[in-house]
């Protein structure tokens, strides 16, 4: 077989059968005997599948929509308007308890560092000092890499698995109420003990997990805790559910409602509707004024004032009232944030290339190591931070004069709490009166009030204070974004990006004399045009960043700046959240496929080696098939011997007008050829009468054709026609490629369900006898059901019959062989398949396709 497929590809490098196209998963090249490896690939394929956002149209559902009427339409469609909106108040609320940890720790932490630093600056005893913070910083990594090994899916920002998740790949455990917990406690400890990492990316997915869990009412960690919640018990509501949670995670972070919209619109969903827009952006104003009227109440005593929508907020703009040539930017900018987009961008590319090596490293070296030694990493990061930090700031500060005009007389509300926040954050170490060291104020403070301070500090940075801090931060956040602890790199990029444009202001100021600047204008656009580098989002990143400010007047500057960045990112790599999604593995669907792939056809990249099962099949099959194989979906089909008669015609094998290359032939034989020998697939008693009816005899002059000779050594590549009759070697070409007339799509879980509640009949009943199942029933289980492995099922006769019509869907989504590629993406994606069966003319299914072979 690996001969053939060698040969072929050689000869015919255009097509998409060959070897750098195979789609199998791990489990099925463990049966063929096979390996595959891939230098991007980290994690394995097994653990990716699609969700089934189509609706199964059989018989059960019928049944629903026959009760359905308008006043239980209206009931459904109330329940869902209050579940968008109870998801959009508990992801507030979550937020708001990760906002709240994490300021009580990170003043307890500092308040007593910074006392210890005041007292041994003139004692002598700073190593003391640095040891305290050490003491805190390492614990709660510690607590927060103790809780990734609990949960490795809470590990990093969760942004890729969710991105994933909406694009219609279920990854394994990424909504689980045990990933939620460890998530938010191991943010908060992660965030406390000094990480350049952020709480506001895993938010996103906090969110998520709350959207996809609260309108199930049951969890696979609280199992006794259960109601009777008969809504949303398919794959099609529970991912519009995810789609309001992320939303309502990205509101919360910023305050941006109508961002966390565009967010799960943009980077995620590949299906949309009007209905749902609305659902999602009220579920997101939900999430954004619980938030702000609880942080407004408990931070300020003001309850009903909203001054705080989200948890990072980036102040007011506004120029000093002594500076009458102040403008927050005039059209002469543009130039210069035009050139800073390129050069954001070109340090995103940088930023993600050096993570993705550390990425692969990791994994390749630490990963296989015993889980301590994950909890190591962390540590040594966090020590290192640490130490750098704690010198930096003690080192290699500069003491800068303070600026008056920093005192705030009779403004807004807004502008009073920002100014207050920023003086408040001011660090003086070592330094006289009036004056402030510069890179203990950067460093020695929570990285929200570091991006206010470069925000919003009238007093002048030193030009190498922040160059200095720049590389040190890029470093080290840089390597901080992949460790076993819940990180963000939201804030950090903000941050990075806040100290880079802050630099670019005070050289244009110092050394070539435009006075007019507004330094915390250059320290935004910075911040965008780093942050878009690293991430490469162009439409929602606009908008939070105009919602997180405030100021409509930045829309155009902030936009153009984030297209530059990501179209010169772009020219390099991939964003960061893209290239994490690459080395797992998750075959992820682009808006648009490559221009490459629109020369080929559905033919070319079909799976031609189908496992299929016929409308009345013996339990004894069912069993067998399910255990001996690894698809998610199975044809339903009856062999039509009226057009059995196949011929060769150069390389290829032409049956009703599908040519099946060679390669796909052999390659289809020899899978079958091994899970045939513990296989065997009966049909009914009543299709075999049928089927004896249009026997054809073969044709012997075809026994001298080469192909059919190798073919004739193997064993049938598909099931047993009779009950008594076993595979024979000697079945001829027509025998073993006998056209299938597609019937239906039946999914594994839905035939796991019949053979757990024993849906079948004798030989010597009629399937009318078949107990009947309702909707509830077989949906009780979702969305964990049992797997045929664990199941013990000796009590059942195997020579009873299933009837599989009645639960299959009967009228999927299909394609013709000769459709082009791009047409099979876009209905793919843009309808959320999960399985695209390929039928001929004559209603013959020819292969399938699943998103794994539009992937690869």
């Not at 952006?281 to 702000?292: H, V, Y």
Request: glycine share 8%.
């Amino acid at each position: 077989m690996a001969g053939c497929r060698g040969s072929l590809c050689c000869c015919c490098r255009w097509c998409c059968c060959c070897g750098e196209r195979e789609t199998r998963t791990p489990e099925e090249l463990t049966i063929l005997g096979e390996t595959q490896e891939e230098e991007d690939e980290i994690l394995p394929r097994k653990d990716y599948e699609s969700l089934d956002y189509d609706r199964c149209i059989n018989d059960p559902y019928l049944e629903v929509l026959e009760t359905m009427d308008n006043k239980k339409g209206r009931r459904y469609e109330a329940v869902k308007w209050m579940m968008v909106f109870a998801i959009g108040v508990c992801t507030g609320l979550v937020g708001l308890f990760v906002d709240f940890f994490v300021r009580l720790f990170t003043q307890l932490k500092f308040g007593v560092v910074q006392a210890s630093v005041e007292e041994c600056s003139q004692k002598g005893c700073l190593a003391l000092s640095l040891l305290e913070l050490l003491g805190f910083n390492l614990t709660f990594v510690f607590f927060a890499s103790l809780l990734v090994l609990i949960e490795p899916v809470a590990a990093g920002s969760g942004i890729p698995e969710i991105k994933c998740y909406l694009n219609g790949v279920k990854v394994p455990g990424i909504v689980r109420l045990r990933t939620l917990l460890c998530k938010v406690f191991g943010v908060l400890f992660s965030v406390a003990g000094g990480l350049f990492v952020g709480k506001e990316g895993p938010m996103i997915h906090s969110g998520a997990v709350v959207g996809a869990g609260l309108p199930q009412f049951q969890s696979l960690s609280l199992r006794k805790i259960q109601f009777n919640f008969p809504y949303f018990r398919s794959d099609r509501d529970k991912r519009d559910f995810v789609s309001a949670g992320a939303a309502a995670g990205v509101a919360a972070a910023f305050g941006a409602p109508i961002g966390g919209t565009l967010f799960s619109l943009e980077e995620g969903s590949s299906f949309w509707n009007q209905g749902l827009t609305w659902k999602v952006l009220f579920c997101s104003m939900s999430a954004t004024f619980t938030l702000n009227f609880f942080r407004s109440g408990i931070q300020f005593g003001s309850w009903g004032s909203f001054q705080l929508p989200g948890l990072l907020n980036f102040g007011e703009f506004k120029c000093s009232d002594s500076d009458k040539k102040c403008h927050l930017w005039t059209a002469m900018d543009l130039g210069f944030f035009v050139m800073m987009g390129v050069v954001g961008g070109l340090l995103g590319a940088t930023f993600n290339c050096l993570n993705k090596r550390l990425a692969k490293y990791r994994v390749r070296n630490v990963h296989p190591k015993p889980k301590l030694v994950r909890v190591l990493e962390s540590l040594l990061v966090s020590l290192v931070t640490t130490v750098v930090v704690f010198v930096a700031s003690m080192v290699l500060g500069e003491c800068r004069q303070m600026s008056s005009a920093s005192q705030v007389g009779n403004d807004s509300f807004a502008l009073q709490v920002t100014s207050e926040e920023v003086n408040s954050s001011i660090k003086t170490f070592f330094c006289p009166n009036e004056t402030y060291n510069d890179m203990a104020t950067l460093f020695f403070n929570s990285q929200e009030s570091g991006i206010l301070q470069l925000f919003h500090q009238d007093s002048t940075f030193s030009p190498i204070t922040l160059a200095l801090f720049f590389v040190l931060y890029f470093v080290l956040a840089c390597w901080t974004y992949g460790i076993s602890v819940p990180s963000g790199l939201f804030v950090p990029s903000l941050l990075c990006g806040a100290a880079f444009g802050r630099l670019v202001a005070n050289i244009l100021k110092s050394y070539i004399g435009l006075g007019h600047i507004y330094s915390g204008t250059f320290a935004l656009i910075g911040a965008a045009a780093f942050l878009g580098g690293v991430v490469r989002m162009s439409i929602s990143l606009t908008v939070i960043l105009i919602e997180s400010t405030s100021e409509i007047t930045y829309g155009l500057p902030i936009m153009v700046t984030l297209m530059v960045a990501k179209w010169t990112g772009d020219f390099f790599n991939k964003g960061i959240y893209d290239i994490h999604v690459g080395l797992r593995g998750v075959p992820l669907l682009e808006w648009e496929t490559e221009v490459e792939m629109d020369k080929l056809r559905a033919s070319d990249i079909m799976e031609p080696n189908l496992t299929y099962v016929y409308p009345h099949t013996r339990i004894q099959s069912l069993v067998s098939i399910l255990r001996t194989t690894v698809h998610h979906a199975f044809p339903v089909v009856t062999e039509n011997r009226g057009n059995e008669k196949e011929f060769m015609k150069g390389n290829q094998l032409i049956s009703n007008n599908i040519k099946y290359k060679k390669c796909s032939i052999l390659t289809r034989a020899g899978e079958q050829r091994r899970r045939s020998q513990s296989m065997k697939s009966y049909p009914s008693s009543e299709l075999r009468n049928v089927c004896d009816e249009h026997v054809t005899s073969e044709d012997p002059g075809e026994k001298e054709d080469l192909l059919q000779q190798m073919l004739e050594r193997r064993y049938t590549p598909y099931p047993n026609l009779y009950p008594d009759q076993s595979p024979s070697e000697d079945w001829t070409m027509e025998e073993r490629f006998r056209p299938l007339t597609f019937h239906g799509l039946i999914l594994r879980s839905q035939l796991v369900t019949l053979l757990v509640r024993g849906v079948c009949y004798s030989e010597s009943q009629s399937s009318a006898s078949q107990p009947r199942l309702s909707y509830a029933e077989m949906a009780e289980d979702y969305p964990r059901y049992p797997d045929i492995h664990d199941l013990d099922l000796t009590l059942l006769n195997p020579r009873m019959i299933v009837d599989v019509t009645p639960y299959m869907n009967p009228a999927p989504f299909t394609v013709s062989p000769n459709t082009h590629v791009s047409q099979v993406f876009n209905l793919f994606r843009t309808m959320g398949l999960r399985h695209l069966p390929v039928v001929n003319a004559v209603g013959e299914i020819v292969g399938v396709i699943t998103r794994h072979n539009l992937t690869l």
